[in-house]
C-alpha cells in the first residue's frame, strides 16, 4: 500500500528504544525524513545508525529532554518543519496514590501532559500553513481502562486525551488529524520496570509477572513494539485522513468493553 509519506518530515520523541526507535523505524522505511529525539545521545545515535543501515535514511538527532520547556524551544530552532509529531515519553514511576511524594506529580505532568502540548505549541503553526499535518500521542490502555498501580500515567494521559481530542476538533478544517494510540503489556524497558515493581511487591520471580501480562490478552503474548509502529505509521498517512480525534488501542484484546 502506498501511504504517501516519502519526503515528509516527521518528529518522534523518545526515539532511542523500544516503541519510539520502532516508530522512527516504520516511518523512515516509508521515506520520511526524520528528526529523532531523546535525552540520551549515545542511545539516539546507535538507533539512528540502524535506521540509516536498514533504510538508507540519516535521522537528524534533537538531543533534549521534552519535559523542558527550554529544551523544546531549542528543538524548534534545529528544526525547519513538522509535517508528522510523534509525541512519545518514558513513563512515570508506578504506585499507587499513598506512594508517591507531591514532586511526582509535578514531573510526571511536565513529562507526560505539558511536553504534549509544548510540542504541538511548535508544529501547530506550520501544519496550519500548509493545511497538511499529522499529531499521534502515544499514551496507554490505562486511559481506556485505568491500572491501579499506574494513578500517574492514568491521570496525565487521560489528560493528553481530552487535549487530543480539542486539537482534532479545532484545526480538522485546515487537514490535520490528531489520535492517540493507547499500546497495552509490550516489549519495552517501561514494561520491565512495571513489571520487576510488582514482582518485588508481591515476592515473585519477574517472569511470572511477564506471565501473567501475556495471559491477560486474549491472543495469549505480549506485543511488539513494530506492531504498535504500523498502527502509527498508517494513522500518519494520506490513507488516514478520515481518521480523527480518536484513542485506538494496541493491547492483543485486553480491553474488554464494547467501545
Known amino acids: 500500500m502506498e501511504l504517501g509519506l516519502k519526503r515528509k518530515r516527521a518528529l518522534v520523541t523518545g526515539a532511542s528504544t523500544g516503541l519510539g526507535a520502532a516508530t522512527a523505524m516504520a516511518l523512515a522505511t516509508e521515506g520520511c525524513e526524520l528528526y529523532i529525539n531523546s535525552r540520551n545521545e549515545h542511545k539516539l545515535r546507535t538507533a539512528a545508525d540502524k535506521i540509516l543501515d536498514k533504510t538508507g ?45 507531591g514532586e511526582a506529580w509535578q514531573e510526571a505532568g511536565d513529562l507526560l501532559l505539558i511536553s504534549a502540548i509544548n510540542l504541538t505549541r511548535m508544529v501547530i503553526d506550520g ?30 494521559r487521560a489528560g493528553v486525551t481530552g487535549f487530543c481530542k480539542t486539537v482534532s476538533n479545532t484545526y480538522a478544517k485546515y487537514g490535520i ?30 517472569e511470572k509477572i511477564i506471565e501473567q501480562f501475556a495471559s ?37 484484546g485486553v480491553r474488554r468493553s464494547l467501545i
Not at 530552532?77 to 509525541?87: A, N, Q, R, S, Y
Not at 486474549?218 to 484513542?247: C, H, Q
Open 57 to 101: 535514511i540519516k535521522p537528524t538527532l534533537c538531543v533534549g529532554d521534552v519535559s523542558r520547556a527550554a529544551d523544546i524551544q531549542r528543538l524548534d530552532t534545529e528544526i525547519d518543519h513538522v509535517d508528522i509529531l510523534v509525541t512519545n515519553t518514558g513513563g512515570p514511576p508506578p504506585g499507587l496514590f499513598t506512594d508517591l511524594p
Open 177 to 206: 488529524t490528531a489520535n492517540c494510540v493507547c499500546p497495552g503489556y509490550t516489549a519495552t524497558e517501561r514494561l520491565a520496570e512495571i513489571a520487576a515493581s510488582r514482582a518485588e511487591k508481591a515476592g515473585v520471580p519477574v
Open 127 to 156: 501544519m496550519i500553513r500548509r493545511k497538511w499535518g499529522r499529531l499521534i500521542y502515544l499514551t496507554s490502555v490505562a486511559v481506556l481502562q485505568p491500572i491501579d498501580d499506574l494513578i500517574l500515567s492514568n491521570t496525565y
Open 216 to 252: 491477560a490478552a486474549p491472543v495469549g503474548r505480549i506485543g511488539k513494539p513494530e506492531e504498535l509502529a504500523a498502527l502509527i505509521t498508517f494513522l500518519a498517512s494520506d490513507k488516514a485522513a478520515f481518521i480523527t480525534g480518536t484513542s485506538i488501542p494496541v493491547d492483543g
